[in-house]
């Protein structure tokens, strides 16, 4: 399974979303952290997608690493985390994060350790 994780900041809109998950590639399943879970909500309701709610990134490992994602949320990426995340055990980034070209959202793709 692919889950795509967002991160986003306040002007992201659905159109910045969906930017962001194009370019980073196809998913099963959506995830996002609770501050963000309307928006990428309204995403996954118009591609028939379930999401999945991270409640927490802090200390997990990614690819990328953002200073501002550190000072926030204790993680160098969030869309990468809260793929990771969501995934579940074992799993592993397809890729580092895309970015819509508003640059206000960010979309990175897990594969499932299992997968399933």
């Given at each position: 399974?692919?889950?795509?994780?967002?991160?986003?900041?306040?002007?992201?809109?659905?159109?910045?979303?969906?930017?962001?998950?194009?370019?980073?590639?196809?998913?099963?399943?959506?995830?996002?952290?609770?501050?963000?879970?309307?928006?990428?909500?309204?995403?996954?309701?118009?591609?028939?997608?379930?999401?999945?709610?991270?409640?927490?990134?802090?200390?997990?490992?990614?690819?990328?690493?953002?200073?501002?994602?550190?000072?926030?949320?204790?993680?160098?990426?969030?869309?990468?985390?809260?793929?990771?995340?969501?995934?579940?055990?074992?799993?592993?980034?397809?890729a580092?994060r895309?970015?819509?070209?508003d640059?206000?959202?960010?979309?990175?793709?897990?594969?499932?350790?299992?997968?399933?």
């Open positions: 399974m692919r889950v795509a994780g967002f991160g986003m900041n306040s002007r992201a809109t659905i159109a910045s979303l969906r930017a962001a998950l194009a370019a980073a590639g196809p998913a099963d399943t959506l995830a996002a952290l609770p501050d963000h879970a309307a928006e990428v909500a309204a995403l996954a309701r118009a591609l028939d997608l379930p999401l999945i709610t991270v409640a927490s990134v802090a200390g997990i490992p990614t690819l990328s690493q953002s200073p501002r994602s550190l000072a926030a949320h204790h993680t160098g990426s969030v869309a990468e985390a809260v793929a990771l995340a969501a995934a579940g055990p074992g799993a592993r980034l397809l580092p895309a970015m819509s070209p640059r206000c959202a960010t979309c990175a793709i897990a594969q499932t350790g299992t997968h399933a």
